[in-house]
């Protein structure tokens, strides 16, 4: 919601009336010196929307405000050419809404444009989100990244690395959705406030790995040529791609990392297809490669890659994880329920990368159980399960 700045007006001000958090409102005003602040200037309240009101018999700004709410300045300040004793009957005016409902709708089919509209949404809505794009898919589709906090500590959370397990997308991003909701209107999440969470880490989120892999699941093959032909015939000539797993090239994006990938490519396939094939060499997909640089230009202090399915933690990678490893997979394993398993017989994943060239904590969180993609039926059970996890990678 955007206000223009009247004389005498401040940030603060503004923080108290609409009570947001201040340090919210300036982060969605990045461009503003908050000490010097012009007559007429724009500034962004997180959290809300105006709506459009229209007087009726019997209608007072004192009684309005008070049915819905709002402090009475919060309505003159969207107003203010307004005349508040001589409202006329049919007259417009805005009135501030406070958002208190998900934006995100994530129980359907939820393809790549689906999630860029929501995450559209919600940077208007809560404009102290940063979005930027960490390269391209092999389609041309930006690869978002989200980040939100103010903190030293970066955690970094992803999901579809695979194609089929594409509910994982708005799992993460209806948790991110809560957290907004929790920082605005103040409220904690099962019992943890989260102003603390905002204070002392930067969460960045790459909610969609694989888009064209998605949209390939979801949607069926792409139109553009040679792709079209090519992952039809990688299919068998079947147009059910509900197994497919890797990106619209035919890599497994979870098999391209340089962490032991000829161990991992030895025992996989060795041309394109729905899952497995690792590529001819690691980070030759453009996803893949924008997922490293990400990680080499930040400074992560863990990352969780989110899956499905199994119900279980991977945590290890060849004995390289750090100690303090353990006690966090128990401590997600206590607010999840999943089981933590250290290693397995795999390589050439994300996860096993960070911890090999970073020795920091790194885990792939199996979401679910079942057969990929996992039903729409399991979403709220899976969101509960993941929910704790979600909150424990920012408070550990």
Do not use: C
Not at 32 to 48: D, E, M, R, S, Y
Not at 234 to 243: A, E, P, R, T, V
Not at 364 to 380: A, I
């Amino acid at each position: 919601m955007e206000v223009h700045v009247r004389r005498g007006d401040s940030l603060y001000y503004y923080s108290q009336l609409f009570m947001i958090p201040l340090q919210l409102i300036i982060h969605s005003n990045r461009t503003v010196n908050a000490q010097t602040l012009a007559v007429g200037q724009l500034i962004q309240i997180p959290g809300f929307v105006t709506v459009t009101y229209q007087i009726t018999p019997g209608d007072s700004l004192w009684r309005l405000s008070g049915s819905r709410n709002l402090p009475l300045d919060a309505i003159l300040l969207l107003n203010p050419n307004l005349n508040p004793n001589f409202l006329q009957i049919g007259q417009t005016i805005q009135l501030p809404l406070r958002v208190d409902w998900r934006i995100v709708s994530g129980k359907q089919d939820y393809d790549y444009n689906t999630m860029m509209f929501d995450i559209r949404r919600l940077q208007t809505i809560y404009p102290f989100l940063r979005v930027s794009s960490i390269g391209n898919t092999v389609l041309g589709k930006d690869i978002p990244e989200i980040e939100i906090g103010n903190g030293e500590k970066q955690v970094h959370y992803n999901a579809s690395f695979h194609a089929n397990e594409w509910i994982t997308t708005p799992i993460l991003l209806t948790f991110l959705n809560d957290y907004l909701l929790s920082l605005t209107n103040q409220r904690p999440i099962r019992g943890l406030t989260t102003s603390p969470l905002y204070v002392q880490t930067n969460l960045s989120i790459v909610p969609m790995v694989n888009p064209d892999g998605v949209d390939l699941v979801l949607n069926g093959p792409p139109t553009e040529e040679p792709s079209r032909s090519n992952v039809i015939e990688w299919n068998n000539d079947s147009m059910d791609f509900s197994g497919w797993k890797a990106n619209i090239r035919g890599v497994d994006l979870n098999d391209q990392f340089p962490a032991e990938w000829k161990r991992e490519r030895a025992r996989n396939p060795k041309t394109p297809g729905p899952r497995d094939y690792g590529g001819e060499s690691p980070l030759s997909e453009p996803e893949a490669i924008a997922m490293a640089d990400l990680t080499k230009d930040k400074d992560f202090a863990r990352v969780l890659a989110f899956h499905t399915q199994g119900r279980v933690i991977y945590w290890g990678f060849e004995n390289l994880e750090p100690p303090e490893t353990e006690a966090m997979v128990k401590e997600f394993s206590r607010v999840s329920g999943y089981e933590p398993v250290q290693t397995i017989e795999s390589y050439a994943g994300y996860k096993d990368w960070f911890i090999q060239d970073w020795r920091r904590p790194g885990f792939t969180v199996e979401l679910g159980s079942g057969t990929n993609p996992l039903p729409l039926t399991q979403f709220d059970e899976i969101y509960e399960e993941a929910l704790g996890i979600f909150l424990a990678g920012l408070y550990l």
